[in-house]
């Protein structure tokens, strides 16, 4: 039977947009301070960030992106990261050793990142070597972890990887003696990754649910996977469904639906483009005038390149603004207060990652920038 598609459940695209607003005196206030500390302090805003912190950040980026230009900047003691936990984490392993990291609001998480505690790791890691040679199966982090899983990967000869460079270091594994990767923590950029972009039929990708005693897998599925999957998920992208594209067409004929890995396997299906955060605005970017997107990442990104490209039809994907929550946590008032402590010579809500954790958290990553820059 054909698919009857819900129209009113599609508000107009105006009707999801967030009016986001900061009084003057607080922004005053922000920029009084960003000019007095400015040898010293550099603000850095993710893609996610609300444009009322954006609009304060000396760089936007994706969290990579951030973390090493802030690493370059070796004459700013101080790197305010404005996203989320992992991320300052990222930033403070790649920086010198005298540049500080601090997160705006501590409460700044990532709920995918959460997902994959160190202590369930070493314990599935423990299982699988009773049933399995471990030394032929190579662990693979999504940046998007804590520093602690980004070092049990880069301990057990494993890496980190972005939604951009996934395939390139899947492909590394397997052409280096790996028989077998686990994936850590989003299910749905591993398996649209391994499916999508390698062919590895779904018969050979297994879920491993942390919650069941030994994954939730038989011993055999554990065998013969080629593809471990550690079930995590984005809390953002998964509001994103399959029915979604197909609703967009019907409202908009000509419209062409692009989303980002983390979305679930039968959304990226139906897509016509799928890509990382960079990939998605360099298409806007780089779109003819009169073109038609509906997009399937995070709000305020979305938002952005409707805003920055008027000559184009640009709107989100669902019916409804989907939105990081934790991302959202990082307010004007709480870049305000952090600023103002550091005036008073005060470090607040500093990021520091235990020093034998960033080693084996930068071996990893430092093995992502070398299988990227050989398969460039
Ligand atoms: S958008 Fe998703 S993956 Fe990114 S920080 Fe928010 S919850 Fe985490």
Redesign the pocket.
């Known amino acids: 039977m054909a698919e009857v598609l819900d129209l009113t459940v599609l508000a107009p695209q105006e009707e999801v947009l967030i009016a986001e607003t900061t009084s003057p005196d607080i922004v005053a206030r922000i920029h009084a301070l960003k000019e007095e500390l400015r040898d010293r302090v550099v603000i850095l805003g993710h893609h996610?960030q609300r444009d009322d912190i954006v609009q304060f950040a000396d760089r936007t980026g994706d969290s990579f992106e951030l973390a090493r230009y802030a690493a370059n900047l070796k004459d700013r003691e101080f790197i305010i990261f404005c996203?989320?936990h992992f991320m300052a984490e990222t930033a403070d392993i790649v920086s010198g050793p005298d540049q500080k990291v601090i997160l705006p609001d501590l409460k700044a998480g990532?709920?995918?990142?959460d997902m994959a505690r160190l202590d369930q790791v070493l314990d599935a890691w423990d299982y699988l070597d009773n049933v399995i040679d471990t030394t032929k199966v190579c662990p693979i982090t999504y940046m998007?972890s804590s520093a602690a899983i980004k070092a049990f990967c880069g301990e057990h000869g494993g890496a980190v990887s972005t939604s951009s460079n996934n395939k390139a270091i899947f492909e590394w594994a397997f052409n280096n003696g790996f028989e077998k990767i686990f994936f850590f923590p989003?299910q749905h950029l591993g398996r649209n990754t391994a499916h999508f972009q390698l062919g590895i039929p779904l018969h050979d990708i297994s879920l491993f649910d942390q919650t069941q005693p030994g994954g939730g897998l038989h011993d055999e599925e554990l065998t013969s996977a080629r593809v471990l999957l550690w079930r995590g998920h984005?809390?953002?992208?998964q509001h994103f469904q399959a029915s979604h594209p197909n609703i967009m067409r019907a409202l908009y004929p000509g419209i062409q639906i692009m989303v980002h890995p983390?979305c679930n396997f039968e959304v990226v299906k139906n897509s016509d483009k799928v890509g990382s955060t960079a990939f998605i605005m360099k298409t806007v970017e780089e779109a003819p005038a009169g073109s038609l997107w509906a997009i399937g990442t995070?709000h305020h990104l979305v938002n952005r390149l409707k805003h920055d490209h008027p000559d184009q039809f640009v709107t989100t994907l669902a019916p409804y603004a989907c939105e990081?929550?934790?991302?959202y946590r990082i307010s004007p008032e709480a870049l305000l207060d952090i600023l103002e402590h550091l005036k008073q010579g005060e470090i607040k809500n500093q990021i520091s990652v235990p020093a034998e954790t960033a080693k084996w958290a930068n071996v990893a990553l430092q093995r992502m920038l070398d299988i990227t820059k050989r398969a460039s």
């Not at 990532?110 to 990142?113: A, D, G, H, N, Q």
């Not at 984005?234 to 992208?237: E, L, R």
């Not at 990081?324 to 991302?327: D, F, K, Q, V």
């Open positions: 996610y996203g989320v990532c709920s995918m990142s998007n989003d984005c809390s953002v992208h983390e995070e990081c929550a934790t991302m």
